[in-house]
């Protein structure tokens, strides 16, 4: 519509909405005739900036984004919920699991006992009859201590189980904590004389009276002392301290609450010399289940992941703390533990009379008790001699037993030790399990086979590593045969006899060769068969030298005289200058099979002096003369 301007000549026009007008002027009478024809210019009114096409656009991105985070929200809550509920059942079908292995190793654990039991009375029986004496007192004495510990293994399983349903009870008693510990001590102090570890007390000479429950307590020291004997090096030291501590002493170790009403307290701590624990898994090694794996040479190497658990689970239940950490002088761990002594900490019902333990029905084996022979008895010098390895002395011993009657035994309770002992002596076989502390079996076995003066020995590995798997692993190391214990005694005498004739054979083959193309293929390993190949040439290059001797050979093969000796001594029996001896008598006897030199030439090629020396070294070689060897 058109607006009379009047005499305004000005057009004001405010809150246009943003767009394209047309604004148009015309100049009329004052009866509105046209005078002139009406004008128009086009004006653009701009849109606001918060009304801008591009200002739209980021509040639909907006509004899309906040639609979005809802959404994802929304998802994440339910993703989430539906995780928790599946990490829940998994839980609880894990706890079911758990329950039911708990349940049945408990009650297999229950059904041990009645034949354990069976087993451990006529054992003792027969332990304390005078009439049986000898290598059969010495199984029995095996039996007998087995026996035991199976027990203590059974019972260490349902308590387990008690552990895992909260129905485990503590009963405490006042004894003499000093008198029960020492006892307990004397029970290592055996296996440690045997490894060679020197066993220490501090605080053991007096009285001191504690209500403690045998049981708890004899469990809790079993464990630390049993670690503590495993994981110590042979010339290592274990010590044993005990010590009264009040509150405050106490405190500065441990985090004591308001629950701790005692004001003494028992501290007993065990440490040893030689491997550590990493200081990030002190805490973690009293997790149930849990073990130190992948780690370096020299730190603990822990079995089930059940004993410390099981060891700070007693300990609790005893109203007591426990703990690990490494050794004043930073070379072996030190676990030490604390119990209160007074009645006060104990509820009535905590409380009873002293009471007889479990395995009291096994009488200990006293140390003076001598039940094995001595390494060198009826042994002589031309018997084969075996390494046995095992960090099981109660294996040692029955391996021992077993095969001393017919072989030189040596026995090491480590990887590292039986090492050191193959660079002393060399044996003529192996023995050895594969789950030990430190370097393993496999990794054992592993190191021989690629030491160029050991890999011709004959490796056994015996272990309860049963699998098809373990066995592979353990062929793949280059061990020569795999036992799985439980072992039949019948067949590991075979096996070792079998192997030990093998390596005698092959000893004959090579003291008649002249060179390793004649051989089998199969007859050597590679590293073997390259370096009697080496010898071979050296000897056939030098062989109408008569000043050749050892010195030279080792610089012309570049090895030690040490290795060399060992080497060549071990594959043919017999040292370096009497096997290249034999070597030239053999090459004579070719030659002589050939007719092409006179028995004076030959003599001459194979070094000899004189003819004399040749011809009677011929003859005791062969029992013949030259002469009477080149008419046959």
Not at 75 to 92: D, F, G, N, V, Y
Request: glycine share 4%; hydrophobic share 35%; charged share 25%.
């Amino acid at each position: 519509d058109w607006i009379d301007a009047g005499n305004n000549h000005e057009a004001y026009y405010a809150n246009l909405p943003s767009g394209k007008y047309s604004f148009k002027v015309k100049i009329t009478n004052n009866d509105k005739s046209i005078i002139e024809a009406e004008d128009a210019i086009q004006v653009t009114v701009k849109p606001a900036p918060w009304a801008t096409w591009w200002a739209y656009s980021i509040y639909f991105i907006i509004a899309a984004g906040i639609i979005g985070l809802f959404i994802s929200i929304y998802l994440r809550i339910r993703s989430e919920k539906k995780l928790a509920q599946k990490a829940e059942q998994e839980k609880e079908q894990e706890q079911r699991v758990n329950k039911m292995n708990m349940s049945f190793f408990a009650n297999v654990s229950h059904e041990f006992r009645t034949p354990l039991t069976m087993i451990a009375g006529p054992v003792n029986q027969l332990c304390n009859n005078p009439e049986i004496s000898g290598d059969n007192k010495a199984l029995l004495f095996i039996v007998q201590r087995s026996v035991e510990r199976m027990l203590r293994l059974v019972n260490q399983l349902m308590d387990f189980h008690k552990l895992e349903n909260d129905t485990i009870k503590l009963k405490v008693s006042k004894i003499d904590i000093i008198s029960f510990l020492q006892q307990l001590v004397e029970v290592y102090r055996t296996n440690a004389k045997e490894k060679g570890i020197t066993l220490n007390t501090f605080g053991l000479e007096d009285s001191l009276f504690a209500w403690v429950d045998e049981d708890k307590m004899d469990k809790i020291f079993g464990n630390l002392m049993s670690n503590a004997l495993k994981f110590t090096p042979i010339g290592g030291c274990i010590e044993v301290h005990l010590d009264l501590v009040n509150r405050e002493e106490a405190g500065l170790c441990f985090a004591l609450t308001e629950k701790d009403k005692d004001v003494q307290f028992i501290q007993i701590s065990v440490s040893n010399t030689g491997q550590t624990i990493p200081d990030n898994k002190l805490d973690k090694i009293f997790e149930r289940y849990y073990q130190i794996t992948n780690q370096n040479e020299g730190t603990y190497n822990w079995g089930t992941g059940i004993g410390l658990y099981y060891a700070r689970s007693l300990t609790q239940i005893h109203h007591g703390y426990i703990k690990a950490g490494k050794s004043d002088n930073g070379q072996g761990v030190v676990f030490t533990f604390i119990l209160p002594i007074n009645d006060i900490s104990y509820e009535e019902n905590e409380r009873s009379k002293r009471q007889k333990s479990q395995t009291d029905a096994f009488p200990l084996i006293q140390e003076k008790t001598v039940y094995m022979k001595n390494e060198d008895s009826e042994n002589t010098e031309k018997q084969n001699s075996i390494l046995v390895i095992d960090d099981d002395t109660e294996v040692v011993h029955y391996l021992k037993t077993l095969l001393s009657p017919y072989y030189k035994i040596i026995y090491r309770f480590d990887a590292n030790s039986a090492l050191q002992a193959l660079k002393e002596d060399a044996p003529d076989l192996i023995l050895s399990d594969v789950v030990m502390p430190g370097k393993n079996g496999y990794e054992f076995c592993r190191e021989i086979k690629e030491d160029l003066q050991l890999c011709h020995i004959p490796v056994i590995l015996v272990t309860a590593k049963a699998t098809v798997q373990n066995q592979v692993e353990g062929l793949n190391t280059g061990a020569d045969a795999y036992v799985t214990k439980p072992f039949d005694p019948s067949y590991l005498l075979a096996l070792i006899s079998s192997l030990l004739r093998n390596r005698e054979k092959v000893r004959n083959l090579l003291g008649r060769a002249t060179q390793t193309d004649k051989l089998d293929d199969n007859i050597l390993s590679p590293q073997d068969k390259s370096f009697m190949t080496n010898l071979y040439q050296l000897m056939e290059n030098e062989l109408s030298n008569p000043e050749l001797d050892v010195a030279r050979m080792t610089e012309m093969l570049k090895i030690s005289r040490t290795k060399f000796y060992y080497k060549v001594k071990g594959l043919t029996g017999e040292n370096p200058s009497f096997f290249f001896k034999t070597y030239k008598l053999n090459r004579a006897a070719e030659l002589l099979v050939e007719g092409k030199y006179t028995v004076s030439e030959i003599a001459d090629l194979t070094g000899f002096s004189t003819l004399s020396h040749f011809s009677k070294s011929f003859k005791k070689q062969f029992g013949i003369t030259p002469s009477e060897y080149n008419k046959t």
